[in-house]
């Protein structure tokens, strides 16, 4: 046999084997990716509730002024990149649901514990924005709810959700809204969705909150003739976990 023969024999036998190793490597990633890409459906139909309940205390006015946001979030999952061992899952459908605001009034300061003190008038705006600066939002029912494009706390100009109200003498306030629901638009690039889970070619994985924003502006009035202002900003997270 000539030496050409030889070398043309070794390089069949060459490609045979790279072919044989890519076949076996795409069945393996089609193995690895198959149970992935049926949970995607899967996932997508599943819609997740979580509740949340947060809060913060300042001096204003005289008064130790306590601000509770509460609601609900609801949400599903969906696969929008599979590699095989690489996989991204975000956050879709989002929706806040009978978003809440409790306001209470003490004897300040807020360094120790006081009895409540009423104040004369209670001024209360609170504003939904996307803290994923995904920029569309709505919200289900009309009036006194709206819809406007401002300053958010992260993400500069954009769509928020809005109610107002003003209240007089007490000192507990209830912003209730048990029939509304602000809804999240979803990307039309959906790996630009809120990330729920990661997982690179090393196998490390990573499990992330869904959060929104909000801030609760109000303007406090300890008598008929005083007033001062305070606008703390909330963020919210929930797990699915």
């Given at each position: ?9 070794l390089?069949?036998n ?16 089609v193995?690895?990716?198959a149970?992935m ?6 996932e ?26 509460s609601g ?12 095989g ?15 809440r ?10 360094t120790t ?24 939002l ?8 709206g819809v406007?494009?401002?300053a ?18 007490s000192s ?5 809204n ?11 690039s ?10 690179n ?9 869904l ?18 202002s ?12």
């Amino acid at each position: 046999m000539s030496e050409s023969s030889s070398d043309a024999i070794l390089e069949t036998n060459r490609r045979r084997r790279v072919v044989t190793f890519a076949a076996g490597l795409i069945l393996a990633l089609v193995a690895v990716a198959a149970p992935m890409i049926g949970a995607q459906s899967a996932e997508a139909a599943t819609t997740y509730s979580r509740s949340f309940t947060t809060s913060q205390s300042k001096t204003i006015a005289n008064r130790c002024v306590r601000v509770t946001l509460s609601g609900t979030m609801l949400f599903q999952r969906k696969v929008a990149a599979n590699y095989g061992i690489s996989t991204m899952v975000v956050y879709v459908n989002r929706k806040v649901t009978k978003p809440r605001v409790r306001v209470y009034t003490y004897a300040g300061p807020c360094t120790t514990k006081k009895p409540r003190r009423s104040i004369a008038k209670l001024s209360v705006t609170q504003r939904w924005s996307d803290y994923s600066c995904n920029g569309n939002l709505s919200v289900s029912v009309g009036l006194p709810w709206g819809v406007s494009v401002g300053a958010s706390p992260t993400c500069g100009r954009e769509e928020r959700a809005h109610r107002s109200a003003t209240y007089g003498r007490s000192s507990a306030y209830d912003q209730k809204n048990s029939d509304t629901t602000i809804r999240y638009a979803n990307k039309g690039s959906i790996t630009h969705n809120p990330a729920a889970f990661t997982r690179n070619l090393r196998g490390d994985e990573r499990r992330i909150k869904l959060c929104q924003s909000a801030v609760v502006s109000m303007v406090i009035y300890p008598s008929a003739s005083s007033s001062d202002s305070w606008s703390p900003t909330f963020r919210p997270c929930v797990k699915y976990w």
